[in-house]
């Protein structure tokens, strides 16, 4: 069977280790603070938070705690809070390990499209650009398909580019691919789903 939402986050959580600095992007990545467990991982968020901890249980949200995607979480011990342009410079100035953000479309040479379709209303482009030029890794969390089951994983991405390049790993409801010279590698299947099945559902070169 194909991961869910929170299968694919846990998967992602596998992708950290201790002593990183982590930003978390709108959607399906938001469910990796979940997942982080007993690891030493301190997760940013560009709208001024260092040191986010998981989502809060039902009835104990505070509104005044919340990610970049405004949605409520909790602090921890060793929580920091400061204004943008300082949230912003530790992205630019490259002090952020990974990001793991979600994506519209992927290029098998890593571009990444997940800002905007055109002639749809959207929220704006956020910190996603700073963020695939700033941080030393770039994990892609999505469904492998649409709604319309089209693939998500192309050749060329068709959408307005959020960074050029900039994908190294690409973690999908079908399994974990690498972007890898000539095109991308199939590294994991999710449980019950074939390399045939992925190859499928991919229009991006594997090789």
């Known amino acids: 069977m194909p991961w869910d939402r929170n299968q694919m986050a846990a998967r992602a959580a596998e992708e950290l280790e201790d002593g990183m600095y982590v930003n978390l992007g709108i959607g399906i990545p938001t469910l990796v603070a979940n997942y982080v467990g007993d690891k030493d991982i301190t997760l940013q968020s560009e709208n001024g938070m260092l040191g986010m901890g998981p989502f809060p249980i039902e009835g104990e949200e505070d509104a005044d705690l919340i990610n970049a995607g405004k949605q409520t979480i909790t602090e921890l011990n060793r929580t920091a809070y400061f204004d943008s342009v300082t949230s912003f410079g530790m992205i630019r100035g490259g002090k952020i390990a990974a990001a793991i953000l979600g994506a519209m479309e992927v290029a098998e040479n890593g571009d990444l499209a997940n800002w905007m379709i ?3 209303l959207i929220k704006g482009m956020g910190g996603a650009m ?3 030029a700033g941080v030393g890794r770039v994990i892609v969390v ?3 398909t ?5 693939t998500k994983v192309l050749k060329s991405c068709t959408l307005p580019l959020t960074g050029a390049g900039v994908v190294n790993r690409i973690i999908t409801n079908l399994g974990v691919l690498d972007v890898v010279e000539g095109g991308l590698k ?7 789903v074939t390399e045939d099945e992925i190859r499928a559902a991919t229009e991006a070169t594997i090789v």
Do not use: R, S
């Open 118 to 120: 055109p002639k749809k």
């Open 130 to 132: 700073d963020l695939v």
């Open 142 to 144: 999505m469904d492998h």
């Open 146 to 150: 649409n709604k319309a089951g089209e």
């Open 186 to 192: 199939i590294v994991e299947t999710a449980e019950g």
